[in-house]
Structure formats: structure tokens, C-alpha cells
């Protein structure tokens, strides 16, 4: 397996940086779904405009569209760089809502990925790399046996 190991330590010493990042990029997938509705609601407004005005009255050149737009491909690029975050930290963001991030590890030789879902107050799972979330174990007492 290419890319980087964790060890439950590992693991765990990093999780608090990326349950940071992973509360600005819900908040801010929350900000883009409200603004995408703002958007919806102009994109109605401006048509029931048009065809309410007629071809003498119409503000040429301007587009009512173009700031909220704008702010929406900010917002993305911005979302872009934080999910950039959990790979170059060589994690596995699998799900934003709720948070759910794998760690690559390797217990009693085998892969496997360590597992975090939000609302835990540590990582205490782990599962195979084609179990899914549903093959979740609770990983051994003692972990010491994680190792690169």
C-alpha cells in the first residue's frame, strides 16, 4: 500500500487539527447551499422581470447574476483547499455530513483503516479497506501492534 501509515497516536494527535477543518468546511458547505438558494430565487425574480418588461425598458449589459455567482466560486475554491487538507495529511474524508475520516494503518499486518465519525470523543474503530463503515470493530485494547 502506497501513502502514509498512521498509528492510533498518530492518528489521534492529528484528529483535533482536522475536526477543525472539517467544522469550516461544513460551515461553509451550509454558507454555499444557502447562498446557491439566494441565487435561485434572483435567477426566478429576473425572469418573472423579463418577460413582465418590455425589449425598450430592458437593462442592457448588466449582470444580476454576477456577485452572488462570485461569491459562490470563492466559497468553492475555499472548500477546494480544505478538502486538500485531509489528503495531504494523508487521510480519507469519506463523508462531510456527519464526518466520518479514515486513517491508513496497518493492524497484526493486515491494512486497515483506522476510523473517526463525528460526535466520537476518540478514534476507537477501525475497519478493512473494502468493509466500509459498516465493518466497523472496536480496535484492541492495547494498539501498540499498529506499526509502519
Not at 59 to 81: R, T, W, Y
Not at 109 to 126: Q, S
Request: hydrophobic share 35%; glycine share 8%; proline share 4%.
Amino acid at each position: 500500500m502506497d501513502g502514509k501509515l498512521f498509528t492510533l497516536e498518530e492518528a489521534s494527535a492529528l484528529l483535533p487539527k482536522l475536526q477543525e477543518d472539517l467544522r469550516q468546511l461544513q460551515q461553509l458547505i451550509e454558507q454555499m447551499e444557502l447562498l446557491n438558494l439566494e441565487l435561485q430565487k434572483i435567477k426566478v425574480s429576473q425572469e418573472r422581470m423579463k418577460t413582465n418588461r418590455t425589449a425598450g425598458n430592458a437593462h442592457q449589459g448588466q449582470d444580476p447574476f454576477f456577485e452572488v455567482e462570485s461569491k459562490l466560486e470563492f466559497m468553492q475554491i475555499e472548500a477546494q483547499l480544505l478538502l486538500s487538507n485531509f489528503t495531504r495529511n494523508g487521510v480519507l474524508l469519506k463523508m462531510i455530513k456527519p464526518g466520518l475520516i479514515d486513517f491508513p494503518s496497518v493492524l497484526d499486518g493486515e491494512d486497515i483503516l483506522i476510523c473517526w465519525k463525528e460526535g466520537e470523543e476518540r478514534i476507537g474503530h477501525y475497519h478493512g479497506w473494502h468493509d466500509g463503515f459498516m465493518g466497523r470493530k472496536p480496535l484492541p485494547e492495547n494498539n501498540e501492534g499498529n506499526s509502519h
